[in-house]
Every structure is written in C-alpha cells, then in structure tokens.
Nanobody, 124 residues
Framework: QVQLVESGGGLVQAGGSLRLSCAAS????????MGWFRQAPGKEREFVAA????????YYADSVKGRFTISRDNAKNTVYLQMNRLQPEDTAVYYC?????????????????WGQGTQVTVSS
C-alpha cells in the first residue's frame, strides 16, 4: 500500500502563490508517476499536472500552464506543486495522485493511489 499526504493548502489572495507538498510512504513499488488533481464543489475531479518518476516527462492542464510547476524529489519521496498567480477559479481541494508504471496519471480512472486532499482557497 502507498499512503499520500498533502500539505501546504490555505487561503491566499488572487495573484498570490502557494506551494503544495505530497509525501509518500509505505510504497510497494519504487518507480511510479505522480500527479495533482483538483475538485471544486459540484464539479468532477480534474487533472492539473503530472510528472514521471525520473522527471523527464511533465504535462499540465491548459488552465494552469505557465502558472503552476510540478516537481519531485525521489530521495524525499515528495512531490511539489508550485502555484503562482492564483485565481479564484483555482479554488478547490487538491489531491495528490500516483500511478504504477511510467505513464502519467492524467485521468481519474488510471490513478492507483490518492491522498486525502488539501484545501486551496483563492479570494478576489
């Protein structure tokens, strides 16, 4: 089993920044891709960003491209999401995700592990 724990969420004004962290533990495998999803009230969970085990493959949703940066530190078993120029539309619960293998987790159904989420609220 793999446990994912997010942290770093909070309340920020529009135009501000936050950095989310996802710490993984209890892994049964060492090589897997990681990603971030988010879910706003009344909406389906949507893809935000993903990164391969080696960091060579990265993909972002169009809505966050140029504003968010995903990175990982495998020595610390931690994935980060740096969020800049935040907008009220970014308000959501952000979930850390992991997928076995080399392919990026870009869909909810192809994700193997989930964190419990961290709330990000952006005020206008």
């Amino acid at each position: 089993q793999v446990q994912l724990v997010e942290s770093g969420g909070g309340l920020v004004q529009a135009g501000g920044s936050l950095r989310l962290s996802c710490a993984a533990s209890g892994r049964t495998f060492s090589s897997y891709a990681m990603g971030w999803f988010r879910q706003a009230p009344g909406k389906e969970r949507e893809f935000v960003a993903a990164i391969s085990w080696g960091g060579g493959s990265i993909y972002y949703a169009d809505s966050v491209k140029g504003r968010f940066t995903i990175s990982r530190d495998n020595a610390k078993n931690t994935v980060y999401l740096q969020m800049n120029r935040l907008q009220p539309e970014d308000t959501a619960v952000y979930y850390c995700a992991a997928r076995r293998g080399s392919k990026l987790p870009r869909e909810t159904h192809e994700t193997d592990y989930w964190g419990q989420g961290t709330q990000v609220t952006v005020s206008s």
